[in-house]
């Protein structure tokens, strides 16, 4: 498989079509095209050369260098290591103890606290992160932007499940001398590591990385859809906050906020809307069933929610952080020490359990799921195929999710091109009361799937 590919030179158009193009825009920087919505409200290259040494600067090529190799090399005197979490110096959990950090942040507001430190302390110059631009003529709420204060940087806080990419942020830190951190989710920070291996000005430049947690990026279509069960049309819609904060209720119960141009909103919990649940897999970009990386292994510092009890009932909300460059521990810890943080200390058990879903569909979904029959270039990951390993039940739940995933796309936009919002919605619902009954149910169903999978598994 190598061999052909290297007879075959890796082409952006070729990622898009393989399905493991993520959008990050790695590959149009400098120049070298633009990226655009598809007709799935995915971004893609668009027009786009091909860059030197295109197939080690994609994060979902073959012949990139994975997470393990980076990480390997910027981390390597960590003191701590774990197959789940990466190289790391420290882990905590808790939350920013000063300011409004913590109240306007969708989590514990440390990922907010740490940029801000890092400008404090003269260490960088300018943070790139995703923040808010309002309406777009493409379609977009969202988009990266290079902030140098805090008061910028809090302007951005929240958690942003919306398509964006990296191109014109990565152009702009080419252009304009100065010391940045990156923030993104973890193929978009290996994509800043391996554009960085490749340019000698954005190895000089971009001195810190600070990572999110991800389960998966979805398209521009899941706003759309947003507004179509609330009954306001996309174009009345200003801005939107896809996990409003309430105090009183528990943090993992999400609350998607729409605020329209009238000056009016309109909010509706997750589970109340036909594709709410996180973990089915609506408007999930194809690329992310190939993602092995959960907790953004090559990033400096990384920031999760605490997604266990008690944390995940405290509405305020908790972050869980994981420490790999010894310059940022020293940052937590001093916040810690005088009171400005409100952390304790963990172990990477404790981060892989408020992570455990996330990471079984990353490994041993991804396991199954490299061993299915596809065309084109075949990922190659840190997890060994296997079709061996599951149960019946869980086999299922893979396919369910990746049939979701892929169905969405398209029966979305059969019903965008005919007006009909409605069709969408009631197959969103049978797809979802489908999906539930296959993954919760401990009743007849589940017993009898349970059985099944006790007599053999398929191979």
Same mark, same amino acid.
């Given at each position: 498989?190598?061999?052909?590919?290297?007879? =075959?030179?890796?082409?952006?158009?070729?990622?898009?079509?393989?399905?493991?193009?993520?959008?990050?825009?790695?590959?149009?920087?400098?120049?070298?095209?633009?990226?655009?919505?598809? /007709?799935?409200?995915?971004?893609?290259?668009?027009?786009?050369?091909?860059?030197?040494? %295109?197939?080690?600067?994609?994060?979902?090529?073959?012949?990139?260098?994975?997470?393990?190799?980076?990480?390997?090399? =910027?981390?390597?005197?960590?003191?701590?290591?774990?197959?789940?979490?990466?190289?790391?110096?420290?882990?905590?959990?808790?939350?920013?103890?000063?300011?409004?950090?913590?109240?306007?942040?969708?989590?514990?507001?440390?990922?907010?606290?740490?940029?801000?430190?890092?400008?404090? =302390?003269?260490?960088?110059?300018?943070?790139?992160?995703?923040?808010?631009?309002?309406?777009?003529?493409?379609?977009? %709420?969202?988009?990266?932007?290079?902030?140098?204060?805090?008061?910028?940087?809090?302007?951005?806080?929240?958690?942003?499940?919306?398509?964006?990419?990296?191109?014109?942020?990565?152009?702009?830190? @080419?252009?304009?001398?100065?010391?940045?951190?990156?923030?993104?989710?973890?193929? %978009?920070?290996?994509?800043?590591?391996?554009?960085?291996?490749?340019?000698?000005? +954005?190895?000089?430049?971009?001195?810190?990385?600070?990572?999110?947690?991800?389960?998966?990026?979805?398209?521009? @279509?899941?706003?759309?859809?947003?507004?179509?069960?609330?009954?306001?049309?996309?174009?009345?819609?200003?801005?939107?906050?896809?996990?409003?904060?309430?105090?009183? /209720?528990?943090?993992?119960?999400?609350?998607?906020?729409?605020?329209?141009?009238?000056?009016?909103?309109?909010? @509706?919990?997750? *589970?109340?809307?036909?594709?709410?649940? *996180?973990?089915?897999?609506?408007?999930?970009?194809?690329?992310?069933? %190939?993602?092995?990386?959960?907790?953004?292994?090559?990033?400096?510092?990384?920031?999760?929610?605490?997604?266990?009890?008690?944390?995940?009932?405290?509405?305020?909300?908790?972050?869980?952080?994981?420490?790999?460059?010894?310059?940022?521990?020293?940052?937590?810890?001093?916040?810690?020490?005088?009171?400005?943080?409100? +952390?304790?200390?963990?172990?990477?058990?404790?981060?892989?359990?408020?992570?455990?879903?996330?990471?079984?569909?990353?490994?041993?979904?991804?396991?199954?799921?490299?061993?299915?029959?596809?065309?084109?270039?075949?990922?190659?990951?840190?997890?060994?195929?296997?079709?061996?390993?599951?149960?019946? @039940?869980?086999?299922?739940?893979?396919?369910?999710?990746?049939?979701?995933?892929?169905?969405?796309?398209?029966?979305?936009?059969?019903?965008?091109?005919?007006?009909?919002?409605?069709?969408?919605?009631?197959?969103?619902?049978?797809?979802?009361?489908?999906?539930?009954?296959?993954?919760?149910?401990?009743? =007849?169903?589940?017993?009898?799937?349970?059985?099944?999978?006790?007599?053999?598994?398929?191979?």
């Amino acid at each position: 498989m190598k061999l052909a590919l290297a007879q =075959r030179p890796l082409e952006p158009r070729g990622m898009v079509e393989a399905g493991l193009c993520i959008g990050c825009g790695a590959c149009v920087a400098g120049g070298n095209g633009r990226m655009a919505f598809d /007709r799935y409200g995915q971004l893609q290259p668009q027009d786009a050369a091909r860059p030197k040494d %295109f197939e080690k600067l994609c994060p979902f090529s073959p012949f990139a260098a994975d997470e393990d190799t980076i990480a390997g090399k =910027r981390f390597a005197a960590a003191s701590r290591r774990d197959s789940r979490v990466g190289h790391f110096e420290a882990a905590y959990v808790g939350h920013v103890a000063e300011g409004t950090y913590r109240a306007q942040g969708s989590s514990g507001g440390m990922v907010t606290w740490v940029a801000g430190e890092l400008l404090a =302390r003269g260490l960088v110059d300018g943070v790139a992160h995703v923040a808010a631009t309002g309406p777009q003529p493409d379609g977009g %709420f969202f988009g990266y932007r290079i902030s140098r204060s805090l008061e910028e940087l809090q302007a951005g806080a929240k958690s942003r499940y919306h398509p964006i990419e990296l191109s014109g942020v990565i152009d702009a830190i @080419r252009a304009e001398p100065g010391r940045y951190a990156v923030v993104g989710i973890p193929c %978009f920070i290996k994509a800043v590591h391996l554009l960085r291996a490749a340019d000698e000005v +954005l190895a000089d430049r971009i001195v810190f990385t600070l990572g999110l947690f991800c389960g998966h990026m979805k398209s521009l @279509r899941m706003v759309e859809s947003f507004a179509w069960q609330m009954g306001v049309p996309l174009d009345a819609v200003a801005g939107l906050d896809y996990r409003l904060k309430i105090p009183d /209720r528990p943090a993992n119960w999400y609350r998607a906020h729409l605020m329209l141009e009238d000056g009016g909103t309109v909010a @509706r919990d997750w *589970w109340h809307l036909a594709d709410g649940d *996180w973990g089915a897999g609506f408007f999930q970009n194809p690329a992310c069933n %190939f993602c092995d990386d959960v907790t953004a292994e090559t990033a400096d510092i990384a920031f999760g929610d605490a997604w266990v009890e008690p944390y995940a009932s405290d509405g305020n909300g908790t972050n869980v952080v994981i420490a790999r460059s010894p310059v940022l521990n020293e940052i937590v810890h001093d916040g810690l020490a005088q009171g400005r943080l409100a +952390l304790k200390p963990v172990d990477a058990e404790f981060v892989a359990a408020t992570q455990a879903a996330g990471l079984r569909h990353r490994r041993e979904g991804l396991a199954y799921r490299l061993t299915w029959s596809r065309g084109g270039i075949r990922p190659i990951k840190r997890v060994a195929p296997d079709r061996h390993g599951h149960t019946l @039940r869980r086999k299922l739940i893979y396919r369910m999710r990746a049939g979701i995933a892929f169905w969405s796309h398209r029966v979305f936009w059969l019903a965008r091109l005919t007006g009909q919002p409605r069709l969408y919605i009631a197959w969103a619902r049978a797809a979802l009361r489908l999906y539930q009954a296959l993954t919760y149910s401990r009743g =007849r169903l589940g017993r009898f799937i349970d059985g099944l999978g006790l007599a053999g598994r398929d191979g």
